[in-house]
């Protein structure tokens, strides 16, 4: 029979580590970018000495900061990918190494992947910080080194030193480099269990349990947090069991396959790996793919691509699937009215209501940023400025945003308001992807001429309010009116407001509000107006007896003979008008709350 020789085992094991790397690559890069680059949106990592002081000043900030430094490079979706794949790759292989310090058996090495792939499965929610990967490697570190030591006493008092040292760097799961140490002086070292391993035992117990004791002392933060790690999830009043049952994987899976059998001939060793790998295949995909927001995915594919103005994405996206979720619907008609399409195609898609316009103010880190873009586009400066500031102040675990940086350096110039600018400015020269931005833009502080000029800031000059109002979020319409009033020119206001009171199902407001069109020049009437206004028509009107008053297209005047007819001759007629009129605003009207 023939045997197993190391160089084959050598071969399988990497091929295995590289097919766990591209995976995990694969699907944070092109099936799931939109939560890696969500991460990079609330944090801002600073190049200063203050910044590095203020991170690593409680228990866990070592994690914390290299966290975030890894962090900002998520500004590229395929950068994040990389540097996940690296570390749960880097996560796999220090277990590796140490569990077969433990017990080496090469038919077991798939078993390697749990840990990676469940905290790859912890990922999935966005909410899962980097600080608690790192973490987990730093304390896998230290089992590795004390492994080096190989003088009993110097490494079970090295071990002792360490534990305090593990805590302040790593935060809450330092308790796993204790654990490693004295199952590998079990079954590494093989050392007997004299006094002097039972005071090594009961002292590194001792630290566990005083170490966040002493540092409530100091740090004004909840005894929970301080026992199960303050930044390893966005949240700070939820634990991260999630990772806390990747500590446990990685001590109880080397101590359970040392009752596994020892595999000399190549058949049975090839068929192990096989079945595991296979096993592991499917379950790990159903849980990626069960755990994965594929919704939460889609939103912040829109967010992203508000926030990078990329308007043909979004409606590549949209014609793809059509969006539902008023974050997302709010993106698109954000898009087509950048694209000067709205007023045509936005019953194209699916609406949600004035919600899915111009969503309502909520209480959340999430939903004021791409509602502020619209308000920011419309030239409603100071709503989208606050909006933003709310944002950033409501992330849960109280980080700065580079981005809401950018955008308030941004709305502070276009109001003139030069000073506050170039204190977000200046802050943005302490990164590394914001700080060219940043230099280019501190140019035109206190240049009102250079201002002007600017494509962006000087057309949302002029069309801004200027004067104080105050905001009603019961009255958008009103605000839309007023902004419009303001500039006569600003044409995505007038469609705004216009399709404001589409959506609402307000006519009335409609045909008040739609002749102020005229200042900008249209050279057809919009489809979504000519529909309502044929609809208006014909509640007085017989529009194949009667011209109406407005160049109304014969195609749209024929389609809604064929509306109106389906209404009549059937009774249950939604799902036939749906199939042929579902890009009507009369469908809208009469089919959507």
């Given at each position: 029979?023939?045997?197993?020789?190391?160089?084959?085992?050598?071969?399988?094991?990497i091929l295995?580590?590289?097919?766990?790397?591209?995976?995990?690559f694969?699907f944070?890069?092109?099936?799931?970018p939109?939560h890696?680059?969500?991460?990079?949106l609330?944090?801002?990592?600073l190049?200063?000495?203050?910044?590095f002081?203020?991170?690593?000043?409680?228990?866990?900030?070592?994690?914390?900061?290299?966290?975030n430094?890894?962090?900002?490079?998520?500004?590229?979706?395929w950068?994040?990918?990389?540097?996940l794949?690296?570390?749960l790759?880097?996560?796999?292989i220090m277990?590796?190494?140490i569990?077969n310090?433990?017990?080496?058996?090469p038919?077991?090495?798939p078993?390697?992947l749990?840990p990676a792939?469940?905290?790859?499965?912890?990922?999935?929610?966005?909410?899962?910080?980097?600080?608690g990967?790192?973490?987990?490697l730093l304390n896998l570190?230290a089992?590795?080194?004390?492994?080096?030591?190989?003088?009993r006493?110097?490494?079970l008092?090295?071990c002792?030193?360490?534990i305090?040292?593990?805590?302040?760097?790593s935060?809450?799961?330092?308790?796993?480099?204790?654990?490693f140490?004295?199952?590998l002086?079990?079954?590494?070292w093989?050392?007997?269990?004299?006094?002097?391993?039972w005071?090594?035992?009961?002292?590194s117990?001792?630290?566990?349990?005083?170490?966040?004791?002493?540092?409530?002392?100091?740090?004004?933060?909840?005894l929970?947090r301080?026992?199960w790690g303050i930044g390893?999830?966005r949240f700070p009043t939820?634990?991260?069991y999630?990772h806390?049952?990747v500590?446990?994987l990685?001590i109880l899976?080397?101590?359970?396959t040392?009752?596994?059998p020892?595999?000399?001939?190549m058949k049975?060793?090839?068929?192990a790996?096989?079945?595991?790998l296979?096993l592991i295949?499917?379950?790990g995909?159903?849980?990626i793919?069960?755990?994965?927001?594929?919704d939460k995915?889609?939103?912040m594919?829109?967010?992203?691509?508000?926030?990078m103005?990329q308007?043909?994405?979004?409606?590549?996206?949209?014609?793809?699937?059509?969006?539902?979720s008023?974050?997302?619907?709010?993106?698109?008609?954000l898009a087509?009215?950048?694209?000067?399409?709205?007023?045509d195609?936005?019953?194209?898609?699916?609406?949600?209501?004035?919600?899915?316009?111009?969503?309502?103010?909520?209480r959340?880190?999430?939903s004021?940023?791409?509602?502020g873009?619209?308000?920011?586009h419309?030239?409603?400066?100071?709503?989208?400025q606050r909006f933003?500031?709310?944002?950033?102040?409501a992330?849960?675990?109280?980080?700065?945003s580079?981005y809401?940086?950018k955008r308030l350096a941004?709305?502070?110039?276009i109001?003139?308001q030069?000073?506050?600018?170039?204190?977000?400015?200046k802050?943005?020269?302490?990164?590394l992807?914001y700080?060219?931005?940043?230099?280019?833009?501190?140019?035109f502080?206190?240049?009102?001429?250079?201002?002007?000029k600017?494509?962006?800031w000087?057309?949302?000059?002029?069309?801004?309010?200027?004067?104080?109002?105050?905001?009603?979020a019961?009255?958008?319409?009103v605000?839309?009116?007023l902004?419009?009033q303001?500039?006569?020119?600003?044409?995505?206001?007038f469609?705004?407001?216009?399709?404001?009171?589409?959506?609402?199902?307000n006519?009335?407001?409609?045909y008040?509000?739609?002749?102020?069109?005229?200042?900008l020049?249209?050279?057809?009437i919009?489809?979504?107006?000519?529909?309502?206004?044929?609809f208006?028509?014909?509640?007085?009107?017989n529009?194949?007896?009667?011209?109406?008053?407005?160049?109304?297209?014969?195609?749209?005047?024929e389609?809604l003979?064929g509306y109106?007819?389906?209404?009549?001759?059937?009774k249950n007629s939604e799902?036939l008008?749906?199939?042929?009129?579902?890009?009507?605003?009369w469908?809208?009207?009469?089919f959507r709350?």
């Amino acid at each position: 029979m023939k045997e197993i020789s190391s160089v084959h085992i050598n071969r399988v094991n990497i091929l295995i580590s590289f097919f766990l790397g591209m995976s995990i690559f694969l699907f944070f890069n092109f099936y799931y970018p939109f939560h890696v680059q969500y991460q990079e949106l609330f944090q801002m990592f600073l190049y200063t000495s203050d910044y590095f002081i203020d991170r690593i000043s409680h228990p866990g900030g070592l994690s914390d900061y290299l966290g975030n430094f890894f962090i900002q490079f998520y500004i590229y979706s395929w950068a994040g990918a990389l540097i996940l794949s690296s570390l749960l790759v880097l996560l796999q292989i220090m277990f590796v190494w140490i569990a077969n310090r433990m017990n080496k058996n090469p038919a077991c090495y798939p078993l390697s992947l749990l840990p990676a792939i469940a905290y790859w499965i912890l990922f999935c929610d966005e909410n899962y910080m980097l600080s608690g990967l790192i973490s987990l490697l730093l304390n896998l570190f230290a089992v590795i080194l004390s492994i080096k030591i190989s003088i009993r006493s110097i490494r079970l008092i090295s071990c002792f030193v360490a534990i305090p040292i593990l805590y302040f760097f790593s935060g809450g799961c330092f308790w796993v480099f204790v654990i490693f140490v004295i199952l590998l002086e079990i079954y590494y070292w093989r050392e007997r269990m004299d006094s002097r391993w039972w005071m090594f035992v009961l002292t590194s117990f001792l630290l566990i349990v005083f170490s966040p004791l002493i540092a409530k002392c100091f740090y004004q933060y909840p005894l929970e947090r301080l026992w199960w790690g303050i930044g390893f999830y966005r949240f700070p009043t939820i634990p991260p069991y999630g990772h806390f049952f990747v500590c446990l994987l990685l001590i109880l899976i080397p101590v359970s396959t040392r009752f596994f059998p020892l595999l000399s001939s190549m058949k049975k060793y090839t068929l192990a790996i096989i079945l595991q790998l296979f096993l592991i295949l499917i379950t790990g995909t159903y849980l990626i793919n069960t755990v994965a927001n594929w919704d939460k995915e889609e939103v912040m594919g829109y967010i992203h691509s508000v926030q990078m103005q990329q308007w043909d994405r979004i409606l590549v996206m949209a014609d793809e699937k059509n969006p539902t979720s008023p974050i997302s619907v709010s993106c698109l008609n954000l898009a087509l009215a950048k694209k000067s399409v709205l007023a045509d195609k936005m019953f194209s898609y699916y609406q949600n209501g004035v919600e899915g316009l111009l969503p309502t103010f909520e209480r959340d880190f999430t939903s004021p940023l791409s509602t502020g873009e619209i308000y920011y586009h419309l030239g409603m400066i100071n709503t989208a400025q606050r909006f933003v500031f709310e944002a950033m102040e409501a992330i849960p675990d109280y980080q700065k945003s580079a981005y809401c940086f950018k955008r308030l350096a941004e709305t502070n110039i276009i109001n003139g308001q030069y000073k506050v600018a170039g204190k977000y400015l200046k802050m943005l020269k302490q990164t590394l992807f914001y700080r060219s931005w940043a230099m280019e833009v501190l140019a035109f502080l206190n240049d009102e001429e250079k201002i002007n000029k600017h494509p962006d800031w000087g057309e949302l000059k002029r069309m801004r309010f200027k004067q104080d109002f105050l905001f009603s979020a019961n009255e958008r319409d009103v605000m839309l009116g007023l902004l419009f009033q303001n500039n006569k020119s600003n044409r995505m206001a007038f469609e705004y407001l216009i399709a404001y009171t589409l959506l609402d199902k307000n006519l009335e407001h409609f045909y008040r509000y739609y002749p102020l069109g005229r200042y900008l020049g249209y050279n057809h009437i919009p489809k979504s107006y000519q529909e309502a206004l044929l609809f208006m028509w014909c509640q007085n009107h017989n529009p194949l007896r009667e011209r109406t008053p407005w160049s109304i297209n014969p195609k749209i005047i024929e389609r809604l003979q064929g509306y109106a007819q389906i209404c009549i001759q059937q009774k249950n007629s939604e799902p036939l008008l749906r199939n042929d009129f579902g890009d009507t605003y009369w469908y809208y009207l009469h089919f959507r709350k």
